[in-house]
C-alpha cells in the first residue's frame, strides 16, 4: 500500500502569515488522486482540496492545492483563526486508500 | 442538506460484536458508494471498508478482513458495519463517508458523519 508522509508535524504560524503543508507518497499517487482534509477537535474531517488541485464547496480560495507525481503541497495563503486545525492527506488513486498522519496548523 | 448520521457505538469487551449505522439524509442515496474510516484515539485516519451503491460490491481494509462487514439498506437509507471479535486494537471513532463516485474504487469524501465511539475494552 501506499505510505504517505506528510511535514512538518507541526507548524505553528499567526494570523495572516503563509502556510505551506507538505505530503510525500512512497509511490506515484495514480491521476493525482490526492485529497487534503481539515480536522478541528472533536470534529469530523472535512474536506478541503482533491485532485490534487480542486476546492471543495464552500471553501475560500486562500486553499489551494498542488503537485504530481510523489509530492504534494496544500497552501494556505494566509492564515485565518478558523484555519488552525489538523490536516490530513489522501490518496486514492490506488486501492487500499490510504492517509497520512496529519500536519497541526497551531497558533504560534 | 447532506446529513450522515452514525449510531451504535459502545464500550464492548474483546472477542464480542457490534454494529454500527450510518443514516443517510439529504442527496440520492443510490447513487453513492459509502465508506467508513477510523481514527483511533489521539492518531490518524485510516480507511476500513466501502460498499458500492447498489450493495452488490465491497471491499475491506486488511486489518479487519473476515472480522467487518459492510452491508446496506437502500430503502432505509442506511449503510451498516458489523463488527466481530473485536480486540483492543479497534478502539477507534468509526465515521462514515460519501464516496464521490458509485463503486468501490478508491474516491475522496465530500461527506463525513460526526463519527461514534467503539471502545473495546475487558
Known amino acids: 500500500e501506499i505510505v504517505l508522509t506528510q511535514s512538518p508535524g507541526t507548524l505553528s504560524l499567526s494570523p495572516g502569515e503563509r502556510a505551506t503543508l507538505s505530503c510525500r507518497a512512497s509511490q506515484t499517487i495514480r491521476n493525482g488522486y490526492l485529497a487534503w482534509y481539515q480536522q478541528k477537535p472533536g470534529q469530523a474531517p472535512r474536506l478541503v482540496v482533491y485532485?490534487?488541485?480542486r476546492r471543495a464547496a464552500g471553501i475560500p480560495d486562500r486553499f489551494s492545492g498542488s503537485g504530481f507525481g510523489t509530492d504534494f503541497t496544500l497552501t494556505i495563503s494566509r492564515v485565518e483563526p478558523e484555519d488552525f486545525a489538523v490536516y490530513h492527506c489522501q490518496q486514492y488513486g490506488t486501492s487500499p486508500p490510504t492517509f497520512g498522519g496529519g500536519t497541526k496548523v497551531d497558533l504560534k | 442538506q447532506v446529513q450522515l448520521v452514525e449510531s451504535g457505538g459502545g464500550v464492548v469487551q474483546p472477542g464480542r460484536s457490534l454494529r454500527l449505522s450510518c443514516a443517510a439524509s439529504?442527496?440520492?442515496?443510490?447513487?453513492?458508494?459509502v465508506h467508513w474510516v477510523r481514527q483511533a484515539p489521539g492518531k490518524g485516519l485510516e480507511w476500513v471498508a466501502v460498499i458500492s451503491d447498489d450493495g452488490s460490491s465491497q471491499s475491506y481494509a486488511h486489518p479487519v478482513k473476515g472480522r467487518f462487514t459492510i452491508s446496506r439498506d437502500n430503502s432505509k437509507n442506511t449503510v451498516y458495519l458489523q463488527l466481530d471479535s473485536l480486540t483492543t486494537e479497534d478502539t477507534a471513532v468509526y465515521y462514515c463517508?460519501?464516496?464521490?463516485?458509485?463503486?468501490?474504487?478508491?474516491?475522496?469524501?465530500?461527506?463525513w458523519g460526526q463519527g461514534t465511539l467503539v471502545s473495546v475494552s475487558s
Open positions: 439529504g442527496f440520492t442515496f443510490t447513487s453513492f458508494a
Open positions: 485532485g490534487p488541485s
Open positions: 463517508a460519501r464516496a464521490m463516485v458509485r463503486g468501490i474504487i478508491p474516491s475522496c469524501h465530500d461527506y
